[in-house]
């Protein structure tokens, strides 16, 4: 079935070390990867995402590569910050529809020591 | 900035009580989403919302549970006959013509 595998589950870095979150997924279909940020108590928030006809995208800090021919996507924070400390979810979209349906990964636990 | 809403942010229920979850999507947008999240596992998908109807759900999503949009602002969430596991953190999340789905906080739902 349609799966979506996410590493390490939790990952501790020192204050402005590079973080590396990586995630595969089962059906090559898939075109649609974000990525979400999850603080305690709060819902997640989206924080970047890729289409599959890239196959590298940044945002200042941020960065999301996709390898469609091995089925993996990976997200990058370089000089991580305490405040970068929180769950991170990659995610597929495995729909055939235009309504999108996520599948997430099991979530990494980053902690961002100072 | 637009955000997604959702009351109550903590819901106490007794096993086999209804309960309906609000939510209030960003404007103009038109696809609509539950997902569910059991404590310390993953953000689980629901079902998905469009045109008025349900466009795709999920196995979870079994005849105890049922989705509405009764007016042109609320998308609610209700289940019928609460089961101690259905207890987990529910988010909803809207997205408009693009692919990006934005999420509310989510409501808490303990079912003792």
């Known amino acids: 079935g349609e799966n979506v595998e996410q590493h390490p589950s939790t990952l501790s870095v020192q204050e402005g070390d590079s973080a590396v979150i990586k995630c595969t997924y089962s059906d090559s279909a898939s075109n649609y990867f974000p990525w979400y940020k999850q603080e305690l108590g709060k819902g997640p928030q989206l924080i970047i995402d890729?289409?599959?006809?890239?196959g590298e995208k940044k945002d200042q800090r941020i960065a999301v590569t996709l390898n469609k021919t091995a089925k993996h996507f990976s997200l990058h924070i370089t000089e991580t910050q305490p405040e970068d400390s929180a769950v991170y979810f990659c995610?597929?979209?495995?729909?055939?529809?235009?309504?999108?349906?996520?599948?997430f990964g099991s979530g990494t636990q980053l902690t961002v020591l100072p | 900035e637009p955000e997604v809403t959702q009351t109550p942010s903590h819901q106490v229920t007794q096993m086999g009580q209804e309960v309906i979850l609000r939510c209030v999507p960003i404007?103009?947008?038109?696809?609509f989403y539950w997902y569910r999240q059991i404590l310390g596992q993953k953000v689980e998908f629901l079902v998905s919302f469009y045109n008025n109807e349900i466009s795709e759900k999920s196995e979870i999503f079994d005849d105890q549970f049922s989705v509405e949009r009764p007016d042109g602002s609320n998308f609610t969430l209700k289940i019928r006959s609460t089961k101690l596991e259905d207890s987990a953190m529910y988010f909803c999340a809207s997205m408009g013509g693009a692919d990006t789905q934005y999420f509310g906080p989510g409501t808490r739902l303990t079912v003792l």
């Open positions: 890729i289409r599959s006809n890239v």
């Open positions: 995610a597929a979209d495995f729909s055939s529809g235009s309504a999108r349906q996520l599948t």
């Open positions: 404007s103009n947008h038109l696809y």
